[in-house]
């Protein structure tokens, strides 16, 4: 049986990442980090599922409702 995936908070995000406070949520914004799951009215927190994907891979992330990118760029 699979286990349930855990809620982890702001603070464990931030040390497991790497990234500071501001720059987590300008990811947010920009959708390139995973986007938090309202746990409480005042309590807010992440899947470890989720920050482990990006932590595998940050450039390639993409959350799981999204399709994939185009190369559509003139490099």
Same mark, same amino acid.
């Given at each position: 049986m699979r286990e349930p995936d855990r809620i982890i908070r702001s603070k464990t995000v931030l $040390?497991?990442? %790497?990234?500071?406070?501001?720059?987590?949520?300008?990811? =947010? $914004?920009?959708?390139?980090?995973p986007t938090q799951v309202k746990i409480s =009215?005042?309590?807010? %927190?992440?899947?470890?599922?989720? =920050?482990n994907r990006w932590i595998a891979d940050p450039v390639a992330w993409r959350s799981r409702g999204e399709g994939t990118l185009t190369a559509d760029c003139n490099l």
């Open positions: $040390a497991r990442t %790497g990234l500071s406070r501001s720059t987590m949520y300008r990811k =947010i $914004a920009e959708g390139t980090f =009215i005042n309590g807010a %927190g992440w899947y470890e599922s989720e =920050i």
